[in-house]
């Protein structure tokens, strides 16, 4: 365990790669932020994610992912992750979630944010602003060698206080050369994560899955990707690429545009 914990620490100058890779990926959310609008498709703007990531010099993390078909995941209301770009377009009133990972000589940055398209529902709005600000509390809160644990005791309390459940099917990850590395990261408390740390250099990914009803989730069988709430209700999620450092947790993949800390949706 600890050997296994101690690969996973980066030095001075694979920290530096990460910080680059998580730079270049932000710089594509902001790229493609301005797109997320009613009346394109999901499927232009994998197009437009594709193009950008090629034409920079990097690869998209996703295409070929486990035959995963597309360079990135856009999740629409009811879908919790891993929806796959089609003709489907947006339109007024839907909630959906871009996840981004690029590979940059190597190494992954991984984030991804849900969009509010025009006037959208209050419980939409409210899953999304859930979501939002649980990935933000649970990053302020982590300390160096603090458990993984505190990732799920930070986030569970407060989806739950707003009346809101907490994805545990799909977690977030450690991330560096390869894209899903150890450790796992729920998004609530769990015995292995009671006993992983969190050290200085180790980089992972905190992308809670927050659910309007149910928490329970059903993987589409025709295929094989797309991820929806058992209930149907919205599902909203966030998620950064933060690397422990001795001051707390650097998130990587921050945005120079698009909403901040603190944003009210
Ligand atoms: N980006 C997702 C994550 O945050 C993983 C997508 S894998 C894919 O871990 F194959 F579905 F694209
Ligand atoms: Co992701
Ligand atoms: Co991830």
Request: some cysteine; aromatic content about 8%.
């Amino acid at each position: 365990m600890l050997q296994k914990q101690r690969k996973l620490i980066l030095n001075p100058q694979q920290q530096e790669s990460m910080r680059r890779a998580g730079r270049v990926n932000a710089t594509l959310m902001d790229f493609i932020r301005p797109h997320v609008q009613a009346g394109i498709s999901t499927g232009k703007i994998d197009e437009m994610v594709f193009q950008w990531t090629l034409d920079n010099g990097h690869k998209p993390a996703t295409l070929g992912y486990q035959n995963y078909p597309k360079s990135c995941c856009t999740s629409v209301n009811e879908v919790i992750c891993h929806g796959i770009p089609d003709d489907y377009v947006l339109q007024d009133g839907d909630i959906v979630n871009l996840d981004i990972t690029t590979i940059v000589d190597g190494w992954h940055g991984d984030q991804s944010e849900t969009f509010l398209i025009g006037d959208v529902s209050e419980e939409r709005r409210a899953v999304t602003q859930c979501a939002f600000d649980c990935m933000y509390l649970a990053i302020d809160a982590l300390t160096p060698g603090c458990t993984v644990a505190l990732i799920g005791e930070t986030i569970v309390p407060e989806a739950h206080r707003r009346g809101f459940s907490v994805v545990r099917e799909y977690v977030g990850h450690g991330l560096g050369r390869q894209f899903h590395l150890d450790p796992s990261i729920p998004h609530f408390p769990n015995r292995q994560s009671r006993i992983d740390r969190l050290y200085p250099g180790m980089c992972f990914t905190v992308e809670p899955m927050i659910n309007a009803g149910t928490r329970y989730a059903r993987c589409d069988k025709s295929d094989g990707w797309t991820v929806r709430t058992k209930d149907g209700r919205p599902s909203a999620q966030f998620e950064q690429t933060v690397m422990m450092t001795e001051n707390g947790a650097e998130i990587l993949t921050g945005c120079k545009d698009g909403p901040q800390k603190g944003h009210q949706f």
